[in-house]
Protein backbone atom coordinates (compact mmCIF):
# COMPACT_ATOMS: atom_id res chain seq x y z
CA UNK A 1 0.00 0.00 0.00
CA UNK A 2 1.14 3.27 -0.54
CA UNK A 3 0.71 6.20 1.77
CA UNK A 4 0.73 9.64 -0.58
CA UNK A 5 1.01 13.48 1.75
CA UNK A 6 0.71 16.82 0.32
CA UNK A 7 4.50 18.21 -0.09
CA UNK A 8 5.46 20.53 2.25
CA UNK A 9 6.70 24.12 1.81
CA UNK A 10 9.83 24.70 2.41
CA UNK A 11 26.35 3.90 7.95
CA UNK A 12 34.33 -3.27 13.85
CA UNK A 13 32.63 -5.58 16.57
CA UNK A 14 33.68 -4.87 20.38
CA UNK A 15 32.07 -5.49 23.67
CA UNK A 16 30.95 -2.63 25.79
CA UNK A 17 34.21 -2.94 27.83
CA UNK A 18 36.33 -1.84 24.76
CA UNK A 19 37.33 1.28 25.52
CA UNK A 20 40.77 1.95 23.53
CA UNK A 21 40.59 4.48 20.98
CA UNK A 22 41.37 2.48 17.97
CA UNK A 23 41.82 3.02 14.20
CA UNK A 24 39.49 1.50 12.01
CA UNK A 25 39.88 -0.30 8.82
CA UNK A 26 41.10 1.81 5.75
CA UNK A 27 37.87 2.81 3.70
CA UNK A 28 37.19 1.37 0.27
CA UNK A 29 35.29 2.70 -2.54
CA UNK A 30 32.52 1.65 -5.43
CA UNK A 31 34.43 1.67 -8.49
CA UNK A 32 31.51 2.02 -10.16
CA UNK A 33 28.96 3.21 -7.35
CA UNK A 34 24.96 3.00 -7.76
CA UNK A 35 23.69 4.46 -4.44
CA UNK A 36 19.82 3.21 -4.45
CA UNK A 37 18.02 5.33 -1.46
CA UNK A 38 14.66 3.06 -0.53
CA UNK A 39 12.57 5.26 1.49
CA UNK A 40 10.65 2.79 3.67
CA UNK A 41 8.24 2.00 6.35
CA UNK A 42 7.46 -1.19 9.07
CA UNK A 43 4.25 -0.28 8.59
CA UNK A 44 3.91 0.18 4.56
CA UNK A 45 2.62 -3.34 3.66
CA UNK A 46 4.13 -2.68 0.34
CA UNK A 47 7.61 -2.30 1.52
CA UNK A 48 8.76 -5.49 2.57
CA UNK A 49 8.42 -6.71 -1.30
CA UNK A 50 10.59 -3.90 -2.10
CA UNK A 51 13.64 -4.17 0.88
CA UNK A 52 13.62 -8.18 -0.45
CA UNK A 53 14.06 -6.93 -4.14
CA UNK A 54 16.45 -4.24 -3.39
CA UNK A 55 18.35 -6.62 -0.66
CA UNK A 56 18.85 -9.29 -3.81
CA UNK A 57 19.85 -6.60 -6.42
CA UNK A 58 22.60 -5.16 -3.75
CA UNK A 59 23.92 -8.91 -2.61
CA UNK A 60 24.39 -9.96 -6.42
CA UNK A 61 26.36 -6.83 -7.23
CA UNK A 62 29.03 -5.57 -5.03
CA UNK A 63 29.01 -2.08 -6.53
CA UNK A 64 25.07 -1.48 -5.96
CA UNK A 65 25.16 0.36 -2.34
CA UNK A 66 21.23 -0.17 -0.85
CA UNK A 67 20.87 2.72 2.26
CA UNK A 68 17.05 1.74 3.65
CA UNK A 69 15.62 5.21 5.34
CA UNK A 70 12.98 4.89 7.61
CA UNK A 71 10.24 7.50 7.38
CA UNK A 72 8.46 8.12 10.25
CA UNK A 73 4.49 9.40 8.96
CA UNK A 74 3.88 6.03 8.97
CA UNK A 75 3.92 5.80 12.21
CA UNK A 76 0.56 7.37 13.12
CA UNK A 77 -1.50 4.47 11.24
CA UNK A 78 -0.80 1.88 14.09
CA UNK A 79 2.89 0.77 14.33
CA UNK A 80 6.03 3.34 15.13
CA UNK A 81 8.94 2.03 13.07
CA UNK A 82 11.53 1.32 15.75
CA UNK A 83 14.36 2.76 12.49
CA UNK A 84 11.96 5.64 11.53
CA UNK A 85 13.22 9.26 11.40
CA UNK A 86 12.09 12.52 10.88
CA UNK A 87 15.07 13.85 9.38
CA UNK A 88 15.07 10.55 7.14
CA UNK A 89 11.26 11.89 5.64
CA UNK A 90 12.90 15.39 5.10
CA UNK A 91 15.25 14.27 3.06
CA UNK A 92 12.51 12.43 1.38
CA UNK A 93 10.60 15.36 0.73
CA UNK A 94 13.90 17.58 -0.65
CA UNK A 95 14.02 14.99 -3.47
CA UNK A 96 9.99 15.04 -3.78
CA UNK A 97 10.82 18.93 -4.50
CA UNK A 98 14.15 18.06 -6.61
CA UNK A 99 11.67 16.17 -8.59
CA UNK A 100 8.73 18.09 -9.14
CA UNK A 101 6.72 15.62 -7.69
CA UNK A 102 3.45 16.37 -6.12
CA UNK A 103 3.71 13.76 -2.85
CA UNK A 104 6.24 11.72 -1.43
CA UNK A 105 4.83 7.64 -1.31
CA UNK A 106 7.02 4.26 0.06
CA UNK A 107 8.15 2.38 -0.83
CA UNK A 108 10.37 5.04 -3.18
CA UNK A 109 13.57 4.69 -4.31
CA UNK A 110 16.03 6.97 -5.56
CA UNK A 111 19.26 6.07 -7.51
CA UNK A 112 22.41 8.16 -7.49
CA UNK A 113 20.43 11.26 -6.49
CA UNK A 114 19.35 11.06 -10.17
CA UNK A 115 16.53 9.05 -10.72
CA UNK A 116 13.49 7.67 -9.01
CA UNK A 117 10.86 5.40 -8.92
CA UNK A 118 8.69 3.08 -6.84
CA UNK A 119 10.67 0.62 -4.79
CA UNK A 120 9.45 -2.18 -5.80
CA UNK A 121 9.50 -1.74 -9.95
CA UNK A 122 12.24 -3.83 -10.95
CA UNK A 123 12.54 -3.07 -14.41
CA UNK A 124 12.51 0.57 -13.44
CA UNK A 125 15.42 0.13 -11.30
CA UNK A 126 17.27 -2.07 -13.42
CA UNK A 127 16.87 0.57 -15.87
CA UNK A 128 18.42 3.40 -14.06
CA UNK A 129 21.11 1.12 -12.65
CA UNK A 130 22.54 0.61 -16.25
CA UNK A 131 22.40 4.48 -17.09
CA UNK A 132 26.06 6.61 -17.20
CA UNK A 133 26.93 8.47 -14.46
CA UNK A 134 29.64 10.63 -13.66
CA UNK A 135 32.63 9.65 -11.01
CA UNK A 136 34.65 11.62 -9.37
CA UNK A 137 37.49 11.76 -6.36
CA UNK A 138 36.27 14.36 -3.78
CA UNK A 139 36.05 12.50 -0.83
CA UNK A 140 39.70 12.42 0.41
CA UNK A 141 41.62 10.33 2.85
CA UNK A 142 38.57 9.73 5.64
CA UNK A 143 39.46 7.71 8.90
CA UNK A 144 37.78 6.35 11.27
CA UNK A 145 38.36 6.40 14.81
CA UNK A 146 36.35 4.95 17.97
CA UNK A 147 36.41 4.92 21.69
CA UNK A 148 33.81 2.74 23.08
CA UNK A 149 30.29 3.59 21.89
CA UNK A 150 31.61 6.36 20.09
CA UNK A 151 32.91 6.40 16.56
CA UNK A 152 34.16 9.74 14.96
CA UNK A 153 34.86 10.27 11.22
CA UNK A 154 37.69 12.27 10.35
CA UNK A 155 37.95 14.09 6.96
CA UNK A 156 41.37 15.72 5.81
CA UNK A 157 40.23 17.68 3.27
CA UNK A 158 36.39 18.71 2.49
CA UNK A 159 35.97 20.21 -1.02
CA UNK A 160 36.14 23.75 -1.53
CA UNK A 161 33.57 25.96 -3.12
CA UNK A 162 29.88 25.58 -3.48
CA UNK A 163 29.68 22.65 -6.15
CA UNK A 164 29.62 19.58 -3.62
CA UNK A 165 28.29 18.13 -0.08
CA UNK A 166 28.67 15.66 1.43
CA UNK A 167 26.77 13.73 3.88
CA UNK A 168 28.28 11.34 6.51
CA UNK A 169 25.43 8.06 7.27
CA UNK A 170 26.01 5.73 10.16
CA UNK A 171 24.46 2.40 8.78
CA UNK A 172 23.43 -0.74 10.87
CA UNK A 173 24.07 -3.56 8.34
CA UNK A 174 20.99 -5.61 9.41
CA UNK A 175 17.78 -6.24 11.73
CA UNK A 176 15.35 -8.27 12.16
CA UNK A 177 11.54 -6.69 13.85
CA UNK A 178 8.99 -8.30 15.22
CA UNK A 179 5.81 -6.36 14.06
CA UNK A 180 2.63 -6.15 16.39
CA UNK A 181 0.76 -3.88 14.71
CA UNK A 182 -0.57 -2.26 11.90
CA UNK A 183 -0.43 -3.35 8.34
CA UNK A 184 2.16 -5.72 8.69
CA UNK A 185 1.05 -7.14 12.08
CA UNK A 186 2.26 -10.58 12.57
CA UNK A 187 5.32 -10.30 10.36
CA UNK A 188 9.51 -10.73 10.85
CA UNK A 189 10.97 -7.89 8.95
CA UNK A 190 14.49 -8.71 7.64
CA UNK A 191 16.21 -5.43 6.74
CA UNK A 192 19.57 -4.26 5.14
CA UNK A 193 21.76 -1.30 5.55
CA UNK A 194 19.50 0.77 7.89
CA UNK A 195 20.50 4.35 8.19
CA UNK A 196 20.72 5.26 11.66
CA UNK A 197 22.03 8.63 11.71
CA UNK A 198 22.81 11.19 9.53
CA UNK A 199 25.22 14.10 9.06
CA UNK A 200 26.33 16.78 7.00
CA UNK A 201 29.72 18.01 6.31
CA UNK A 202 31.12 21.14 4.72
CA UNK A 203 34.25 23.15 4.40
CA UNK A 204 34.58 23.90 7.75
CA UNK A 205 33.94 21.20 9.65
CA UNK A 206 35.45 17.74 8.44
CA UNK A 207 34.32 15.91 11.51
CA UNK A 208 31.42 13.47 12.43
CA UNK A 209 30.13 11.63 15.59
CA UNK A 210 28.27 8.99 15.90
CA UNK A 211 27.19 7.06 19.08
CA UNK A 212 26.62 2.77 18.62
CA UNK A 213 23.42 2.16 20.63
CA UNK A 214 24.35 -1.57 20.51
CA UNK A 215 28.56 -1.97 20.47
CA UNK A 216 28.10 -5.79 19.99
CA UNK A 217 26.36 -4.85 16.39
CA UNK A 218 27.68 -4.76 12.76
CA UNK A 219 27.77 -0.96 11.53
CA UNK A 220 29.41 0.88 8.86
CA UNK A 221 29.99 4.97 8.02
CA UNK A 222 29.03 5.51 4.27
CA UNK A 223 29.96 9.17 2.71
CA UNK A 224 28.09 10.64 0.03
CA UNK A 225 29.56 13.49 -1.82
CA UNK A 226 26.65 14.85 -4.03
CA UNK A 227 26.34 18.49 -6.42
CA UNK A 228 24.45 20.72 -4.68
CA UNK A 229 22.45 22.01 -7.28
CA UNK A 230 21.41 18.59 -8.63
CA UNK A 231 22.37 16.51 -5.74
CA UNK A 232 23.18 14.12 -7.94
CA UNK A 233 25.71 11.74 -5.64
CA UNK A 234 29.40 11.63 -7.41
CA UNK A 235 31.73 9.92 -4.73
CA UNK A 236 30.98 6.97 -2.57
CA UNK A 237 33.13 5.95 0.68
CA UNK A 238 32.29 2.58 3.09
CA UNK A 239 34.28 2.32 5.77
CA UNK A 240 33.53 -0.72 7.65
CA UNK A 241 34.26 -1.40 11.37
Same mark, same amino acid.
Given at each position: MKLFLFPLYICFVCTASCQKTQNLDAPFKLTKPVVIELFTSQGCS?????????????? &?? +???? /? /?? *???? %? !??? =?? !?VDTFSNKSFTERQYMYGNLFGLQSVYTPQV????? %?? +? $???? &???? @?? *????? *?? %????? @???? /? $????? &? $??? =??DNIPLGNKYQLAALLVKKEAATQ???????? /? =????????MDIKQ???KNGKADFVLKNTRENYMVVVLASQIDKEEINDVVVLRF
Open positions: SCPPAEELLAEMSD &KD +TNIL /L /LS *FHVD %Y !WNR =LG !WVINGR %YE +T $VGSN &KKNI @AN *FINRK *FE %YQNII @ANPK /L $VRQGN &K $VSL =LIINAGENEG /L =LLTHKNIVLNS
